[in-house]
């Protein structure tokens, strides 16, 4: 089992930029055989997908909305998974949440945009973004 602990949300000005960082811990062993993905909760929306890395080949996606502006990685030797956001826009506005699914074989990539395919989430970190 995982516990997933994000941090650096805050408050910054359109234009500027952020880095959000999520710390995985697994008491039965070496947590780096999972997808990793970003999801935000904007005021009064629903769930949406921000971006993804796989444990396979390391591929990144990405939505469309954030596409060229923030970038998502992965240390697995230090256990963290981080989102860079550079040109923030007051619609990126959220709660931020990191989720890990298990890679137990090929999957559909499509599938990573699902909330529902991820396994373990963190209690999200709020980021506010002002014009």
């Known amino acids: 089992q995982v516990q997933l602990t994000e941090s650096g949300g805050g408050l910054v000005q359109a234009g500027g930029s952020l880095r959000l960082s999520c710390a995985a811990s697994d008491r039965t062993g070496p947590n780096n055989d999972y997808d990793m993905g970003w999801f935000r909760r904007a005021p009064g929306q629903e769930r949406d997908f921000v971006a993804a890395i796989t444990w396979i080949g390391y591929s990144t996606y990405y939505s469309d909305s954030v596409k060229g502006r923030f970038t998502i990685s992965r240390d697995n030797l230090k256990n963290t998974l981080y989102l860079q956001m550079n040109n923030l826009k007051p619609e990126d506005t959220a709660v931020y949440f990191c989720?890990?699914?298990?890679?137990?074989?090929?999957?559909?990539?499509?599938?990573?945009?699902?909330?529902?395919?991820?396994?373990?989430w963190g209690q999200g970190t709020q980021v506010t973004v002002s014009s």
């Open positions: 989720a890990a699914r298990t890679v137990t074989g090929p999957r559909p990539s499509d599938s990573l945009r699902d909330g529902i395919t991820y396994d373990f």
